[in-house]
């Protein structure tokens, strides 16, 4: 299975978006942190991903008879700008459903938390229209980049927690 059809499903996005920040973690644990999706379910799209090179089995333990074990995100995955450029019209709006149904599925994990607070946790879902020059549009997304780039080897401790960031863009209506 190549790297673009494994990103894009949106199980295998929770479960990549969980192992964020050199965090180990069985599948045990994953299940505990995706309630909604059944443990067979969480095992088979592990295995894919460990499969494909994306997860690194870094220990292993005997429990219960049975072998636990515990796994790494190898690097940042990210599909290769030549396979995102071969994306037909048709991918993109599969890719942009799977992303929706990813970021669903993890906003009401967390709305169904005991301690969910979204105005202490800047929970922020706001759409902005924005009239954009080309030059406007590079600077801006430029600017994106570095505040995020800045920030994403930052590794879990005390004072962190996890964010999902998930910024979508695109044009609405063109000037004319």
Request: hydrophobic content about 45%; charged content about 25%.
């Amino acid at each position: 299975m190549d790297t673009l059809t494994l990103l894009l499903h949106p199980v295998r996005l929770r479960i990549l978006h969980a192992m964020t920040g050199g965090l180990t973690r069985t599948t045990g644990e994953l299940c505990a942190r995706l309630p909604d999706v059944p443990k067979t379910t969480v095992y088979r799209h592990v295995a894919l991903l460990a499969d494909a090179g994306l997860l690194d089995v870094v220990d292993e333990q005997r429990v219960h008879g049975a072998v636990e074990r515990y796994y790494r995100l190898r690097g940042r995955p990210r599909v290769d700008p030549a396979d995102a450029a071969a994306m037909t019209i048709e991918d993109h709006r599969q890719a942009f459903t799977a992303a929706m149904a990813a970021l669903l599925a993890d906003f009401t994990t967390y709305l169904d938390r005991a301690d969910a607070d979204p105005t202490a946790d800047s929970v922020g879902y706001t759409q902005i229209p924005l009239w954009l020059s080309p030059a406007e549009l590079a600077e801006m997304l430029d600017e994106f980049r570095a505040g995020i780039l800045a920030r994403m080897e930052n590794q879990p401790s005390a004072e962190r927690g996890l964010y999902l960031l998930s910024p979508i863009l695109f044009p609405i209506e063109r000037a004319e």
